[in-house]
């Protein structure tokens, strides 16, 4: 069955959003919305540092949507909602996303990733367990190629069957929800699908991640930091083509399956920020600097740093008719034109609090 038509005759589902103010959750969350209109989203974020509640603001009011701030550990509370809500599907993107601040602080990542995945996953097996009739009930674990480690030139993109091999806090922790999720498959029956996808970009990207922070630092004429010698290689999805593989798998997706997601561009650090400047000094109106490129400088490297992911996703096109539909330069140019019009988003993220992470880490 081809993607598109997962949407027709089908029963509207009740959707738990965990992390659904962040990044990837708040793309999902307007994805989702537009598509199935019938269906309830009740959000369930903390929001952290990186939580926005304006990345929602046109849903809140809508009769079809709930916000609650709330805390994935809280296992009373999501007790609370699954039942009060009659949830039948959990999204799960709530964690702690940066492996830079992973480096400086691991232990909010064992608490929310590991922990708060863990809490989820009881909750929902006892929900699931009390129902007549749970056949469509689905548990979606939104993870990340990381937790495969890293590749070197030559070898085979990652496939769903290859070992796991995470090399930071950030990656280890993911890891290891990965691993529950697939347990409670095989020793529960849960309906758990896990999803691992590549690096992705586009509007609402907090401003501590590669693109987001590249395209800010131009627009302020400041210097466009590349870790190391900038050869390190990963793979980009536009996040809209990332929601729609979501979508492919909460449908048409086998429980206890894993799917790789990604976008096949293998692109070097440095290759994408000299595309992104160029990009920039073709769209701005008013730079500070032109052209970006000179901004460029090369700072000392992440420790751990993987050096390369490539994401093999002929599973999910095979079985689910799932492919990117956006190419990497029309990404790059939307996500450039989104920051360009979105100073009044950003603006206020970049607090004294970031500013003192962003000297810790590029000191
Ligand atoms: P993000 O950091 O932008 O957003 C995370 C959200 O989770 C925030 O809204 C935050 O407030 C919320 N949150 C954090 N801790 C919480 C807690 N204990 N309880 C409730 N809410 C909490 O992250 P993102 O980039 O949108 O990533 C979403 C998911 O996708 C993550 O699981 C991440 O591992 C995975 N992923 C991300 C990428 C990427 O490129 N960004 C790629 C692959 C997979
Ligand atoms: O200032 C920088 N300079 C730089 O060279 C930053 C912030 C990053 N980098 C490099 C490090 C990586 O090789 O750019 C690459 C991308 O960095 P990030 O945007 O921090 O992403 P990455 O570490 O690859 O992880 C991302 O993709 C996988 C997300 O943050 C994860 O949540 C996701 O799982």
């Known amino acids: ?8 005759n089908r029963k509207p589902r009740r959707l738990l959003v965990t992390g659904g103010a962040g990044f990837i959750g708040a793309n999902f969350v307007h994805y989702w919305s537009a598509r199935y209109a019938s ?10 540092y990186a939580g926005n509640r304006n990345n929602l603001r046109e849903l809140e009011g809508r009769e ?4 609650v701030q709330g805390n994935i550990c809280d296992r009373h509370l999501v007790d609370i909602l699954l039942k009060e809500e009659a949830i039948d599907t959990i ?6 996303s940066h492996v830079d601040r992973s480096i400086l602080g691991p232990a909010a990542f064992i608490e929310t990733n590991v922990i708060g995945t ?24 939104v993870s990340t190629d990381e937790v495969y480690g890293s590749l070197g030139p030559d070898e085979p993109a990652f496939t769903e069957t290859s070992p796991y091999a995470p090399n930071s806090p950030y990656s280890a922790s993911k890891a290891g929800s990965d691993h529950l999720a ?6 529960y029956g849960v309906p758990t699908l896990i999803t691992n996808c590549s690096n992705n970009y586009g509007p609402y990207h907090f401003p501590e991640k590669l693109i987001p922070l590249m395209c800010i630092n131009m627009l302020l004429g400041k210097p466009l930091p590349v870790y190391g010698d900038g050869q390190n290689i990963r793979d980009w999805l536009y996040v809209t083509d990332h929601c729609r593989a979501l979508d492919a798998v909460i449908h048409g997706g086998k429980p206890g399956e894993t799917y790789n997601i990604g976008g096949n561009n293998q692109v070097k650090n440095i290759d994408l920020v000299r595309t992104l400047c160029k990009i920039m000094d073709e769209m701005a109106p008013n730079l500070p600097v032109r052209p970006c490129e000179q901004l460029i400088v090369f700072v000392k490297d992440r420790p751990g740093h993987d050096r390369r992911y490539a ?3 002929t599973k999910i096109k095979t079985e689910l008719g799932w492919m990117p539909s956006v190419t990497l330069e029309e990404g790059l140019r939307r996500t450039v034109e989104w920051y360009l019009k979105h100073e009044d988003w950003w603006k206020p993220l970049l ?5 003192a992470y962003y000297r810790k880490v590029y000191a």
Do not use: C
């Not at 999204?91 to 702690?96: I, K, V």
């Open 351 to 355: 607090s004294e609090e970031y500013q």
């Open 39 to 48: 269906d309830r989203l009740v959000i369930l974020d903390a929001l952290t």
């Open 91 to 96: 999204a799960h993107f709530a964690a702690e």
């Open 182 to 187: 697939r347990a409670y498959f095989h020793t």
């Open 118 to 141: 863990f809490t989820l996953l009881e909750a929902f097996r006892q929900h699931w367990q009390s129902q007549q009739n749970p056949e469509e009930y689905r548990f979606l674990h």
């Open 1 to 8: 069955m081809s993607h598109r038509e997962y949407g027709k």
């Open 64 to 67: 079809n949507f709930r916000f």
């Open 311 to 313: 994401i093999d996703a």
